[in-house]
């Protein structure tokens, strides 16, 4: 069950319930389209849409949830129903980022969205000493940052490996994901 459609017309994808990200990605990139999704590709479709979806595409387009337009649901009876804007929309409503709490979803329908075809990714890591000065700076940039970039920030360890010292490896970092649209650097 993790087959997935595209129809780049309507820019609509239709994957089913045991579909990743990678398999919906590898099918809409083919097309130069693509869902909010998630950051890992090995990350399920339903798990992540039922939670609401936080993912690279967010600023432009919103999460996984805010773009499901469909979806196929098996209740607790047993039957099956089509939950769209249309039929049984107080279902899809729920769906949207309510949890899975509603019966089984089969197949999940996306709204898709021109994007790429390139994406450049940068990964930066500050010293935690500097979160004072970064993280304002951060801020300040990204409310003028084009929607086109999206930005995560974690703290974690610094990796032990042959581009750091000794009494570097294991330190606390603040490290800046960056993700951005290649359409957008100049």
Known sequence: MRAVAVDPQARIARAQGGATWADLDGATQAYGLATPGGAVSTTGVAGLTLGGGIGHLRRKYGLSCDNLVGAEVVLASGEVVLSSA?????????????????????????????????????????????????????????????DELSCNGFLTSRPCDSRTTPHENGTLVLTAGIKVEASVVP
């Open 86 to 146: 249309i039929e049984n929309p107080d279902l899809l409503w729920g769906l949207r980022g309510g949890g899975g709490n509603f019966g089984v979803v089969t197949t999940f329908e996306f709204a898709l969205h021109p994007v790429g075809p390139e994406i450049l990714m940068l990964m930066v890591m500050y010293p935690v000493e500097q979160l004072a000065t970064v993280m304002p700076a951060w801020r300040d940039f990204m409310v003028t940052a084009p």
